[in-house]
């Protein structure tokens, strides 16, 4: 059985989904946040439903869709206990496994390329991430990376899997899809065949330029893909956004709602309204329905007819991610759409709790329980 590859031109990065055949559960691998319409479609096309989106580390070259994934379809997310990404729900360590159906993924903690930096087994399979590419290796002159470390970890553990165990790499420059443990045991360019010394010398050698994203990417990623933060409390004017109106302050959002300019339309399900807390007033219109996350085929019409002509439409879900899909599908739909920013609960916290980094909850704004 074959994972789903697939492929973002801007970073050469690699994205996989395994599934199982029988329960169609199925796990994702280094998705990215440029292409969440596309592995939405491919879970749909192929009748998936997501249990785990998962890191190999916390990348230099581009955001990750974690979150977005995890809020589109419920899905839990998990990433390298090293990787300080303390949002996401399970910390993998060393020999742990992750169950999708009848299948098991097992983690290999392989640093390098960073410290926390991880590799995947699955079936006769490795995902190697940016430890182990073709015909190289993830580069080691930042985040924590170390040669040394990296040389053990591909001639310690992932040499020591079967030859004939199928690599698939996190990225490829040269139109490369996979590799083979013993392809790339006997003739890796970087590694093939070095000592320790050889290796070190040949990564301290390589002059490679900064990741053009990096100061974008890493701090994003650390927060599972999460750009949009506390950092926007309180502002008084809307900040612009690509394919809807813009994003609102859970302050402005509410002034706009309670003065009449504008309808405040609650997207989250009936569960999460239930359990975690409501507006009063506010429309409550979920844009995927629990369980299973399908989408809400009643959504275009019942929001067209709570948002009268003229009016504004504010967009609330948990943290602010399925709000931005419900506002870009309201524009289509002719409204001037805003999403609110932090959503209802907030981002998690390094402890992967939300209700503690910002959110309409947190900041006072009116809400009831049960």
């Not at 993924?105 to 991430?129: E, I, K, Q, Y």
Request: aromatic share 8%; net charge negative.
């Amino acid at each position: 059985m074959q994972p789903i590859q697939l492929f973002d031109p801007a970073s050469s990065t690699y994205t996989y989904i395994l599934f199982d055949e029988a329960s169609r559960d199925a796990l994702i691998v280094d998705p990215v946040d440029e292409q969440l319409e596309r592995d939405l479609a491919t879970l749909r096309q192929y009748g998936l439903k997501l249990q785990w989106a998962i890191e190999t580390h916390a990348h230099a070259d581009h955001i990750t869709s974690a979150a977005l994934l995890a809020e589109h379809t419920g899905a839990r997310t998990a990433a390298p206990a090293g990787c300080g990404i303390g949002t996401a729900a399970v910390q993998l360590q060393h020999g742990q496994t992750l169950q999708f159906g009848g299948e098991t993924l097992r983690a290999l903690h392989t640093p390098g390329h960073t410290s926390g930096s991880m590799s995947f087994t699955w079936r006769d399979h490795v995902f190697t991430g940016d430890t182990l590419l073709i015909g190289g290796c993830g580069r080691t002159d930042f985040q924590s990376g170390s040669a040394e470390d990296l040389y053990r970890s591909i001639t310690l553990q992932l040499f020591t899997l079967p030859d004939a165990t199928t690599v698939w790499p996190g990225h490829d420059y040269q139109g490369r899809t996979r590799s083979t443990i013993g392809t790339e045991k006997n003739g890796n360019a970087r590694i093939a065949g070095k000592t320790l010394a050889e290796f070190v010398a040949t990564m301290d050698s390589l002059n490679l330029p900064r990741p053009r994203r990096m100061d974008e990417a890493v701090p994003a990623n650390l927060s599972s893909g999460v750009r949009h933060d506390a950092g926007s409390a309180g502002s008084t004017q809307a900040q612009a956004a690509a394919g809807y109106a813009g994003d609102v302050s859970p302050e402005l959002a509410c002034a706009w709602w309670q003065a009449g300019e504008a309808v405040l339309v609650d997207v989250r399900t009936d569960a999460e309204r239930e359990w975690v807390g409501f507006v009063p007033g506010a429309v409550a219109l979920a844009w995927k329905q629990w369980p299973g996350m399908a989408m809400n085929p009643q959504f275009d019409a019942d929001l067209q007819a709570a948002v009268p002509a003229g009016q504004k439409v504010l967009l609330l879900c948990r943290s602010g991610v399925r709000s931005i899909a419900a506002a870009k599908r309201a524009t289509e739909l002719g409204l001037q759409a805003y999403n609110i920013l932090e959503g209802f609960e907030g981002d998690p916290d390094a402890n992967a709790q939300r209700g503690h980094r910002g959110g309409w909850r947190l900041r006072g704004l009116p809400w009831r329980q049960g």
